[in-house]
């Protein structure tokens, strides 16, 4: 069905269309239409972007907006992203664009129109030009030139702050002794870069839920920070954009090209693809700097998060020697990366049998995984001692307790893996937190078959990771949840375990 088809499904607001449910399912069908021609033919369907600009840019709701901006972010742009080869990424260059120029000429688009004609860009053959030369770019930074503060965009989702922005944090540290640092994101960083006077945050919202425009806003936030601060550092500053989803992927200016520096993480000639996120942003601060070095991912939590966890610990180990494993069951809200509850509660029967065992397990975030963390510890509670309680909350876990649900905050958690002897969780920000800390890991790898999103995505640190490989794309749909189970146990047996705290 062409665009014609699609567009005569789509009703207007004007004529009454409020059914976020309709919107959503139109949507999905324009986005996977787009990527059904481009991945069988070629095709660049420019009425299907247009398609789902004006949907997700329609309503003065936010809520309504949303349906059609996940799907042309999450089926179109990800999906390109993620394949990490070059052709793609120039067609992401070009759907950008697309999407940039027609928000650009709606009202609410006019600040963004007028940034970007600052930077002499009018249209989108000059954001693609301009992207393009920015993706490909090779600079090697004059290591005379001042610089007394360097700023850093965050690449928004948290497992790729860790095994990304705290590399570049140890690296510029050893650059820019004297230099301040600025990371522009979310304020959760907080809790995992508690790095005192080194490190400032300066909170940068960036909404993954939302209309196309809204997603906007963050630039024009940074674009407004840069503006303030950079003239109190007399122009001695320094920009570091690490493919940040911030500037789209290095599709939206930051500032004048001798000030600002692009990290790649994309290119699909690194080391014919076997390199982690970590490794490649080693390399690209040698080659940037010219100064050889290599930083492993960190974190660096705070001193209370850390007292009260080793309090967990020294309270579970006083009833003898166990083997603490802590597990995060979340998935950022990508179901493709789940396995389901079937699978998780054999998981945890599973440990259990083992009576050296014990659960540390986070309840996770909102009220989806909440009631997920709850039906897993109705089922081992049929047969071994449970608690639920919140971070801190010590006192009243019974001696002998397996398994312990924890409702805790990102930096709490990583305390308590902090403590483990391993972690166990699908692919998410707390294997590279659990990587980061030094503890085992066994990460759960599902939703890709794609071997070099998960060579660059798998923990990565001076500790043993490993992970299951489990092929959710192809095959008849059902599971061996017990086989799955069996390969998690023997690898966790692999690892060994930390020395705990």
């Known amino acids: ?24 399912r139109l949507a999905r069908k324009v986005a996977h239409g787009f990527m059904n021609r481009y991945l069988q033919r070629g095709e660049y ?21 949303e349906p059609a901006s996940s799907a042309l972010f999450e089926i179109i742009v990800e999906q390109l992203c993620d394949e990490f080869e070059q052709r793609h990424l120039e067609t992401y260059n070009k759907v950008m664009a697309q999407v940039v120029g027609y928000c650009c000429g709606r009202e609410p688009g006019r600040q963004m129109a007028e940034r970007l004609r600052q930077f002499g860009i009018e249209g989108a053959e000059d954001i693609i030009s301009r992207a393009s030369a920015v993706q490909q770019r090779s600079v090697r930074w004059d290591s005379s030139r001042p610089v007394e503060r360097v700023y850093i965009l965050s690449r928004v989702t948290i497992g790729a702050d860790v095994a990304i922005v705290s590399v570049l944090l140890q690296r510029l540290w050893d650059l820019f002794a004297g230099a301040q640092i600025v990371i522009l994101g979310d304020e959760k960083l907080k809790e995992i870069f508690d790095c005192g006077s080194k490190v400032r945050v300066r909170v940068i919202n960036y909404p993954r839920r939302s209309g196309i425009l809204d997603r906007f806003e963050s630039w024009l936030a940074v674009m407004k920070i840069l503006d303030e601060d950079g003239r109190t550092a007399g122009g001695n500053f320094l920009v570091i954009d690490p493919d940040s989803r911030i500037s789209q992927l290095g599709v939206l200016p930051l500032e004048r090209m001798d000030r600002c ?75 493709s990366k789940r396995l389901g509850a ?20 986070d ?55 902090a403590g483990s002897d391993d972690y166990i969780g699908y692919d998410s920000a707390f294997q590279h937190i659990a990587a980061a800390l030094r503890v085992p890991s066994v990460t759960v790898f599902a939703g890709t078959n794609n071997p070099r999103f998960i060579r660059r995505w798998s923990a990565y640190g001076d500790t043993a990771s490993r992970i299951v490989h489990v092929n959710t794309l192809s095959g008849s749909g059902k599971r061996d949840y017990e086989q ?3 390969r998690v146990v023997h690898e966790r047996a692999s690892i060994g375990r930390a020395t705990g705290v």
């Open 484 to 486: 799955i189970v069996e």
């Open 363 to 417: 309840e996770g975030f909102g009220s989806r995984e909440h009631l997920t963390s709850s039906k897993l510890l109705a089922a081992a509670g049929r047969e071994h001692s449970t608690a639920q309680v919140r971070f801190g909350e010590w006192a009243g876990i019974a001696r002998g307790t397996r398994v312990i649900a924890v409702r805790c905050g990102i930096g709490e958690m990583a305390a308590l893996i």
């Open 342 to 361: 079937e699978f998780e509660k054999r998981l945890l029967l599973e440990l259990l049998a083992n009576p050296e065992t014990v659960i540390v397990l």
């Open 261 to 335: 520096l692009f990290l790649n993480t994309r290119r699909d000639d690194v080391e014919d693809g076997k390199w982690s996120m970590a490794q490649i942003t080693n390399r690209w601060v040698d080659e940037t700097f010219g100064e050889s070095g290599f930083r492993y991912p960190r974190v660096w939590l705070s001193g209370d998060a850390m007292r009260t966890g080793r309090a967990l610990m020294r309270k579970i180990r006083q009833d003898g020697p166990h083997r603490i494993t802590a597990i995060n069951l979340g998935v950022g809200g990508n179901r």
């Open 45 to 65: 369907e420019s009425d299907y972007i247009d398609l789902l600009c004006e949907m997700g840019t329609a309503f003065s709701e936010a809520a309504l907006n």
């Open 1 to 24: 069905m062409k665009d014609v088809g699609y567009r005569g499904q789509w009703v207007s607001p004007v004529e009454g269309e409020r059914d976020k449910k309709k919107i959503l």
